[in-house]
């Protein structure tokens, strides 16, 4: 057994590493063979523990909930052997919440599971693992492709094998690990990391055995070239300095077998000096970036460190470079200011279907937030991947260019209405430049425009701001209910109820339509003297229906202030329908019928907000009505109406009246 260049060794009982950290670090640990191989025994014994039917994960389950209970009627303090506490940080808001609403570390275990790789750190996947007693297989499944993408090969064999692991076993992990390094574009090294891991792990001689010959069988792989393998491994790993590794490593070796090179490579960063540098970047030649997992495979190392910026620039500087979304993973975490050639590097390997996921371009938009120019680029071309994290801190930044923000409205309008409810809930005190412009974008969107409405000054520059918008009917309406509760009750107020009619019927269309039919007929000089009964005509069972609906929308929307405020909207309604900015019809007959409809759907609502005591309800339509400054036969009608609800046995006396003061 030997420690291996490209493998980590992670102490399971002392897991608390960046995710670089669980690869190799051979250099700094030395290997306890006893206890490794009393680890991989014991947790693979868990994992392995009979665990394959629902019942007994019930069972589980229903044990883990009688502890807990167990534990609290005993007032036992968990905190005084909990360890200390996990740094979650490096987690989005979102899934920071969504941990805190599990109600134990299983159910954090499987809500990491569920989340792309890229945005859960392996010490905190570790953490919950270790935290739970057996894991069911579906969910170790989702575990070890979980490990596979993050290269953590030494924890994939341990979480893996045991000395029960079979054949069938042995051929079921190679399966999954040939289908996951496929899906994951790393298949020409990663099986190589795998199988030194494997090397590394496994106690039993046997299991090696069947893991090197099935990986030969599955892979096509010349007999005997894993042993080689592993007797090259070992030759780099003990070179002392680099003359030694020269040694062991013939240049026609290096030459005709790239991944004998890549894994050279990577122990001659351990053991360059500051001249060797320049020698040290020449090594890496376009065969090996044309590699996809080549550069997370020297990354990962510690010892290149010191000359890291020099290896990052060189791989992301080529275009011809393969890299995979784990690739750009370790290069954006160990190297965030080269933004730009990352950028460009991504591009291309996007057009070679090597990077596939949304989160790796998420996060490179993510960290090149605070270079406006550079977030622009990165925001047109990656605009239906990023996530609604970072779209919360990208919408202030583009709410003078707005155009992006309207194309993702367009195109993912769930999640930009996600972004907009996260942007409301982080900044409760916008500035209604801010407000004003997302409104503007989110037209279509009521519930939206609602909630931005609310968080409106109430100034009546703002409503004229509104005004310039170009609102469907509904959404006037919510601006009419800003105006209304703010007590904005002016001309422009009732502009707003002119664009709203205009909204509900096309004017310009109905008039066309009435005058092909009425060319068809003589008797037509009643309707072109009367444009309402023209376009009342012309329209659908549906326009009218839409009209009435909105006159009922908006007589709701007049009812929810006070009689003061009622009668103050319906009087200088009444008077604006009298001026020449009232333009949706100019007949009396149509302002009537729009008037009296809306003044009628008032008394109602206002009778129905005060259902349960019906006489204060009477008496609030009454004072409405002592406040009107014209003549309403229709708000007297309502009253009466609403009196005889109250009282019917006074409609006689009210008939009475009426046939002793009215003369036909």
């Not at 190392?301 to 784990?326: C, G, M, P, Q, Y």
């Not at 269309?509 to 009342?536: G, I, P």
Request: with cysteine; glycine share 2%.
């Amino acid at each position: 057994m030997f420690p291996h260049p490209c493998i980590g060794i992670v102490r399971f009982s002392t897991i608390k590493k960046s995710p670089l950290d669980f690869q190799s670090n051979c250099e700094k640990v030395e290997l306890d063979e006893e206890k490794i191989s009393n680890q991989s025994t014991l947790l693979a014994t868990d994992v392995k523990q009979d665990v394959n039917s629902g019942l007994s994960g019930m069972l589980i389950r229903f044990i883990q909930k009688e502890s807990k209970i167990l534990r609290e009627s005993m007032n036992i303090d968990e905190s005084l052997d909990s360890g200390p506490d996990i740094d979650r940080s490096t987690l989005s808001p979102s899934i920071r919440a969504q941990l805190d609403a599990q109600v134990d570390d299983y159910q954090r275990f499987l809500l990491l599971l569920t989340h792309h790789p890229i945005n859960v750190p392996p010490h905190l996947m570790l953490h919950y693992f270790l935290a739970i007693p057996a894991i069911l297989p579906q969910e170790r499944t989702e575990l070890l492709k979980y490990l596979i993408f993050h290269n953590l090969w030494y924890d994939f064999w341990l979480v893996a094998v045991s000395d029960g692991t079979t054949m069938s076993d042995v051929e079921e992990l190679l399966d999954l690990v040939h289908e996951s390094l496929i899906s994951n574009n790393n298949l020409k090294l990663g099986i190589w990391q795998a199988l030194a891991a494997a090397h590394l792990v496994t106690s039993s001689l046997g299991l090696l055995n069947a893991i090197s010959e099935n990986a030969e069988y599955r892979l096509e792989l010349p007999k005997g070239s894993v042993e080689n393998f592993y007797n090259y491994l070992f030759s780099i790993q003990t070179a002392p300095n680099i003359d030694a590794l020269r040694q062991v490593s013939p240049e026609e070796t290096l030459r005709t077998n790239l991944v004998h090179r890549a894994f050279y490579v990577r122990r001659q960063a351990g053991l360059i000096s500051s001249d060797d540098i320049p020698s040290f970047l020449h090594t890496i030649d376009k065969e090996l970036t044309k590699i996809p997992g080549f550069a997370s495979l020297i990354l990962s190392s510690d010892a290149l460190l010191r000359v890291l910026l020099e290896t990052v620039t060189l791989l992301v500087a080529d275009r011809k470079s393969h890299l995979n979304d784990f690739d750009y993973f370790c290069i954006l975490k160990t190297s965030p200011p080269l933004l730009y050639p990352v950028y460009l590097s991504m591009c291309k390997n996007i057009r070679r279907r090597l990077v596939k996921s949304d989160q790796i371009m998420s996060l490179l938009v993510d960290m090149a937030i605070t270079d406006v120019s550079l977030v622009e680029t990165l925001v047109m071309k990656f605009h239906l991947a990023i996530s609604v994290e970072t779209w919360i801190q990208l919408i202030p930044i583009f709410i003078s260019n707005n155009q992006v923000l309207r194309k993702l409205r367009k195109t993912q309008p769930s999640k930009f209405n996600k972004a907009i409810d996260g942007l409301l809930a982080e900044n409760p005190d916008l500035p209604d430049l801010t407000l004003l412009t997302l409104i503007d974008i989110c037209n279509g969107h009521p519930q939206i425009i609602r909630k931005l409405l609310q968080r409106l000054s109430p100034d009546t520059n703002n409503l004229e701001f509104l005004l310039k918008i170009d609102f469907s009917a509904y959404n006037l309406l919510e601006v009419m209910r800003f105006a209304f509760r703010h007590r904005i009750v002016n001309i422009n107020t009732f502009k707003l109820v002119d664009r709203m009619l205009h909204q509900t019927w096309d004017v310009d269309a109905l008039n066309r339509q009435a005058s092909v039919a009425h060319s068809e007929q003589k008797h037509t000089s009643t309707l072109r003297n009367d444009d309402f009964r023209m376009y009342y005509r012309a329209s659908s069972e549906k326009d009218k229906q839409a009209l009435l609906f909105n006159l009922q929308a908006l007589a709701q929307t007049i009812s929810l202030g006070s009689p003061e405020d009622t009668a103050s909207i319906l009087n200088g309604l009444r008077k604006f329908m009298d001026l020449e900015s009232f333009t949706f019809v100019k007949s009396a007959t149509g302002k009537n019928y729009i008037f009296d409809r809306l003044v009628a759907r008032t008394m109602h609502f206002i009778y129905k907000n005060h259902s349960h005591m019906a006489k204060q309800g009477v008496m609030a339509i009454r004072e409405v009505l002592s406040k009107l400054n014209f003549d309403s036969t229709i708000t007297q009608a309502s009253l009466f109406e609403h009196i005889v609800y109250d009282d019917p046995e006074i409609c006689i006396d009210i008939l009475k009246t009426i046939g002793r003061t009215r003369h036909f």
